[in-house]
């Protein structure tokens, strides 16, 4: 069977031990003052947002499996790299994702019934990113790597508007763009990330390398360590543990700060491994082994962060409120599902251009009277 | 029909008569290579390809990095170096990565070298919808490679015509636009290995009728012989074309029926504005202007982005606006 690790000489940035004990490796040393600014609150907060997306993602597979979705891509696995990145991101900040960052979604607050009703197919985007309880997270895209230059485009505007490196931490912008291993063979990433240091854009550019793309290993897209590549670019990168949490909170919040003040594109590789199939309709057993899987299950970044906040004395309380409080979350997805409504007929007319087109009129009323007479109106 | 059981036929869907011209076609020139994402281990997403890899090993199928241009710009050089690359593009929406080298380079590498090199690449393209499935999974992208001089493009609409076109293509040192129909890959039909029904680029009429010609290609085809199952219980008789090939078109087929029935109906997938069925409409009512009793009309998808999955049934032509052109046509 394939090799599926790209190993680096350098080993990837952790804070947290398997078992959940605080043991940084030297790689992680000038990411801890980042740690040392948390609460007790925030971990927490971690914790609630990685069960919050995990219940979320099982639930959101078994709604598939009951035919009210067309598909789903499952984050589980993955909710330490994105939780870590997602909280480290701030409010001002602009998140382009692929179309498996549910954690992050959930963190920027957008209703995740936005990405169900994308997936049940009853619209392409599902939410409104110019609203700002969308948290600047940008609707998914399904194109891979297309979101990469996006990015980019919208950091080199974020730049020439002046509106990053003033100096204020709290203002100043920055764009985070999710992609994943695959993504780094398409042209798109590779031109985002020379567009990137060209243009010396405030964006961090975070691929969750979680070791396939659908039933092919990272190593056919690569025979160097992924994190590498983008050195090559000119862009400072760094490899970290995904499945820590802490470690990719605080890889994520001193890339995002240095990209924020002036230092340019960055790119932090979180190591990680897609648990699940690729998307409910992908059978992993004809490509990979349950051994491999398991090895990385035993990594499970819930788990482990787990074990790091009972050493803590976190209570026994805590954890049982967050769970009955996913259960709830996913409740109530489970019953908005159920109540989706199929859009009217003529939404596919509605905004293909910004304004009013001729094609779209008649296209328009002649499908309302068609359907109409079809109905058994008059024809 | 006689009940001798003819060892050379073989009833099976569709899918499964690509994966066996596939195979046949390896199996008969070692040159033939097929390349592209989860093609492999996984036999592609729609399993077209499946066992090949076992059978011909990694360097005959090839699960590529994931990059369009990237594979179809690789099968060039490969083809240059003596290759017949046959590429897979996993779904219809994600060509487009590939298509500067498909329609700046494929397509015109032959003419630019002034015939002394032949690009005998074919690629295909699992399109259309009727599969429920999200964006850019159900799109009809065959106008833009019909448009393009240098490809020929075609779409087989049944298991015989998919065995046989899929060889034909290979065989082709033209590249060749392989548009498989992916919502025909799994109801079955009799596949006969005997031989080829027909050239490449022919067009056929599958129905015989009397008042109303109906063509299309691909999927479509399926939706016309219910279209006309339904008119004839009416009173009303149609003759389906199926035009197999839609780079170049075989037009005598057509314009022959056209001067029987006078009358015609094009339907498409595809958005109508710009599309296969314009051209069509265009040439018969050039070539057959005296014999046409109604204007040529189009039933296509709407000019719009493919829309999401609940309004496909909506979007995709079914029998009923075959049915309602059908009286139109008729009305004049
Ligand atoms: C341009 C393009 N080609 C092919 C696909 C089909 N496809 C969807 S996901 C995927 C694999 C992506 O792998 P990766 O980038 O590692 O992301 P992951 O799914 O592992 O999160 C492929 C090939 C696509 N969506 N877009
Ligand atoms: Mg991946």
């Known amino acids: 069977m394939a090799e599926t690790e790209t190993t680096s000489p350098v080993p990837p940035v952790q804070v947290l031990a398997a078992d959940g004990t605080f043991s940084p490796t030297a790689t992680a040393e000038p990411y801890l003052p980042y740690l040392d600014a948390l609460s007790d609150a925030d971990h927490e907060q971690f914790y609630r947002d990685m069960v919050t997306a995990r219940a979320f993602d099982i639930e959101a597979a078994n709604l598939q499996r009951q035919g009210q979705l067309a598909l789903w891509p499952p984050c589980h696995g993955q909710e330490g790299a994105q939780v870590g990145s997602g909280r480290a991101a701030r409010a001002q900040d602009h998140i382009f994702p692929s179309y498996r960052e549910h954690a992050v979604g959930l963190i920027r607050g957008v209703d995740l019934l936005g990405i169900i009703e994308v997936m049940r197919g009853t619209t392409h985007s599902g939410w409104d990113v110019s609203d700002p309880r969308n948290g600047n997270f940008r609707p998914y895209t399904l194109v891979i790597g297309a979101q990469a230059l996006h990015a980019t485009g919208f950091a080199m505007g974020v730049k020439f508007d002046g509106a990053t490196a003033t100096g204020n931490p709290d203002t100043d912008e920055a764009v985070m763009v999710y992609f994943g291993d695959g993504a780094t063979s398409q042209g798109d990433v590779n031109e985002a990330m020379v567009f990137a240091a060209s243009y010396q854009t405030p964006q961090v550019f975070f691929l969750q390398n979680n070791h396939w793309a659908i039933s092919v290993p990272v190593t056919t897209q690569s025979r160097t360590p992924l994190f590498e590549r983008a050195k090559g670019f000119g862009l400072p990168a760094v490899q970290v543990d995904g499945n820590d949490v802490l470690a990719s909170y605080a890889v994520s919040a001193k890339h995002l700060a240095d990209a924020r003040s002036g230092g340019g594109p960055q790119l932090i590789e979180a190591l990680t491994y897609r648990i699940g199939a690729h998307t409910t309709s992908d059978d992993p057993t004809k490509y990979r082994t349950q051994e491999v899987t398991d090895s990385w299950v035993a990594k499970d970044p819930i788990v482990r962060f787990e074990a790091y906040l009972r050493n803590k004395g976190a209570s026994e309380e805590f954890f049982s409120t967050v769970v009955s409080d996913a259960k709830e979350f996913t409740a109530d997805i489970r019953a908005r599902t159920h109540a989706i409504e199929d859009p009217d007929l003529t939404f596919m007319f509605d905004s293909v251009y910004s304004e009013d087109h001729p094609l779209m009129t008649e296209q328009r009323e002649w499908l309302s009277a068609y359907e109409r007479s079809m109905a058994g109106g008059a024809a | ?332």
């Open chain 2, 1 to 332: 029909m006689t009940m001798s059981i003819d060892a050379q036929v073989a009833t099976m869907p569709m899918a499964k008569a690509l994966n066996a011209g596939l195979r046949q076609a390896m199996a008969d020139n070692d040159k033939v290579l097929l390349m592209g994402e989860d093609i492999g281990k996984l036999g592609g997403v729609f399993r077209i390809t499946e066992g090949l890899q076992a059978e011909f090993g990694e360097s005959r199928v090839l699960d590529t990095p994931l990059a369009e241009s990237g594979i179809i710009g690789t099968a060039i050089g490969l083809a240059m170096r003596g290759y017949r690359p046959v590429c897979e593009i996993q779904f219809d929406g994600f060509i487009y990565p590939g298509f500067n080298q498909i329609t700046s380079q494929l397509a015109k590498l032959t003419n630019r070298n002034e015939g002394s090199l032949q690009m005998p690449v074919v690629i295909r393209v699992p399109y259309g919808g009727h599969i429920g499935a999200i964006e850019h999974h159900q799109e009809s992208p065959e106008a833009y490679f019909a448009h393009t001089a240098g490809l020929r493009s075609v779409s087989p609409s049944t298991p015989n015509d998919a065995y046989w076109m899929i060889q034909e293509s290979i065989e082709s040192n033209d590249p060749v636009m392989f548009f498989e129909p992916k919502s025909r890959y799994w109801p079955k039909g009799e596949v006969d290995l005997s031989g080829s029904a027909a050239a490449l680029h022919a067009s056929r009429v599958v129905r015989t009728g009397t008042d109303v010609t109906v063509v299309a290609h691909g999927a479509m085809v399926s939706v016309l012989l219910a279209a006309a199952e339904l008119a004839a219980a009416e009173g009303i008789s149609l003759e389906v074309v199926d035009l197999r090939s839609i780079a170049p078109i075989d037009y005598a087929p057509i314009l022959e029926s056209v001067r029987k029935t006078g009358r015609l109906v094009v339907a498409q997938e595809a958005p109508g504005n710009v599309s296969v069925g314009s051209e069509i409409a265009a040439t018969v009512a050039e070539r057959a202007f005296y014999s046409l009793e109604a204007p040529v009309l189009r039933v296509s998808g709407f000019d719009v982005p493919f829309p999401p999955a609940k309004l496909e049934a909506l979007f995709l032509p079914d029998a009923d606006r075959i049915l309602e052109a059908v009286d139109r046509a008729l009305a004049y």
